[in-house]
T-cell receptor, first 115, second 115 residues
Framework: KAGVTQTPRYLIKTRGQQVTLSCSPI?????VSWYQQTPGQGLQFLFE???????NKGNFPGRFSGRQFSNSRSEMNVSTLELGDSALYLC??????????????FGQGTRLTVV | AQSVTQLDSHVSVSEGTPVLLRCNYS??????LFWYVQHPNKGLQLLLK??????LVKGINGFEAEFKKSETSFHLTKPSAHMSDAAEYFC?????????????FGTGTQLKVEL
């Protein structure tokens, strides 16, 4: 069974540009979440999508947005990049249940560097 | 609001000796708790999860954790450390919100294993 796939693995962008990251969840998983990991702030929740709808949102500015397609694949977009957006962006997928016991399975991440 | 506190940012042990990584949680409800491990430049791998069943939870690679409600703790242990255990470990609480799957991470404990 294939795991969570994130593309690309590495990205270098210039300040002011925008970037789109992609995540393909485990087959059958309909919930996709995004997290930002930085040395200073640790792992922070960005948002979660389920059945093409944003179900939860973290405390990030509107420059961070996402979407989910009918096949559960998800994209995350960051506009007007800032140096502080440099981070490892992790995608996680989980089964569609309201139980709080659902564990998330993570991809290897996309390492974004803003110069 | 739910939160987790990892009491040690760095732990160093000798190979073959026990490992103890400490985690305290705060939750208004019965929490779901997880331990994840992250090796350098890798995504997060689930070690084990607590979901209100048995309080002693066994995970992969010989790790286990005990849920203690009276102490609001969920410490991770392993009887005998191996060099391959060197990594960063995250204690995580699952937050219910909108029926979604939002994870709140601790700040991480870097485990060093020495010969």
């Amino acid at each position: 069974k294939a795991g969570v796939t994130q593309t690309p693995r590495y990205l270098i962008k210039t300040r002011g540009q925008q970037v789109t990251l992609s995540c393909s969840p485990i087959s059958g998983h309909r919930s996709v979440s995004w997290y930002q990991q930085t040395p200073g702030q640790g792992l922070q929740f960005l948002f979660e999508y389920f059945s093409e709808t944003q179900r939860n949102k973290g405390n990030f500015p509107g420059r961070f947005s996402g979407r989910q397609f009918s096949n559960s694949r998800s994209e995350m977009n960051v506009s007007t990049l800032e140096l502080g957006d440099s981070a490892l962006y992790l995608c996680a997928s989980s089964l569609p249940t309201r139980a709080i016991s659902t564990e998330a399975f993570f991809g290897q991440g996309t390492r974004l560097t803003v110069v | 609001a739910q939160s987790v506190t990892q009491l040690d940012s760095h732990v160093s042990v000798s190979e073959g000796t026990p490992v103890l990584l400490r985690c305290n949680y705060s939750s208004s409800y019965s929490p779901s708790l997880f331990w994840y491990v992250q090796h350098p430049n890798k995504g997060l791998q689930l070690l084990l999860k607590y979901t209100s069943a048995a309080t002693l939870v066994k995970g992969i690679n010989g790790f286990e954790a005990e849920f203690k409600k009276s102490e609001t703790s969920f410490h991770l242990t392993k009887p005998s450390a191996h060099m391959s255990d060197a990594a960063e470990y995250f204690c995580v609480v699952s937050v219910m919100g909108g029926g979604g799957n939002k994870l709140t991470f601790g700040t991480g404990t870097q485990l060093k294993v020495e010969l």
